[in-house]
Nanobody, 116 residues
Framework: QAQLVESGGGLVQAGGSLRLSCAASRSIFNGNAMGWYRQSPGKQREAVASISSDGGITTYADGVKGRFTISRDNARNTVYLRMSSLLPEDTGVYYC?????????WGQGTQVTVSS
């Protein structure tokens, strides 16, 4: 069964750090690009970061470049999002996804709240 489970969200002060994790079932992790979106209050869901299946290519939204780092551990079927220098505007629900051909699989989301 295809499954993505996020963890690591929470409440942090501005300037702080969090690391999100997304554990995926092997069937949707192997050989697929992974990434993170976020849904901030009053905004549309936006892409935050992505990583290719072998980890060699990463992309970031302009607003998180230099502050967020995406990585993956193929032995653990897990993708990570390290977030540093967090800003109040980073607040939102963060969703992990796996892209398999024309199909995207989604996790249930994890809440990140950054207080000023």
């Amino acid at each position: 069964q295809a499954q993505l489970v996020e963890s690591g969200g929470g409440l942090v002060q501005a300037g702080g750090s969090l690391r999100l994790s997304c554990a995926a079932s092997r069937s949707i992790f192997n050989g697929n690009a992974m990434g993170w979106y976020r849904q901030s209050p009053g905004k549309q869901r936006e892409a935050v970061a992505s990583i290719s299946s072998d980890g060699g290519i990463t992309t970031y939204a302009d607003g998180v470049k230099g502050r967020f780092t995406i990585s993956r551990d193929n032995a653990r079927n897990t993708v990570y999002l390290r977030m540093s220098s967090l800003l109040p505007e980073d607040t939102g629900v963060y969703y992990c996804y796996a892209r398999s051909g024309w199909t995207n699989y989604w996790g249930q989301g994890t809440q990140v709240t950054v207080s000023s």
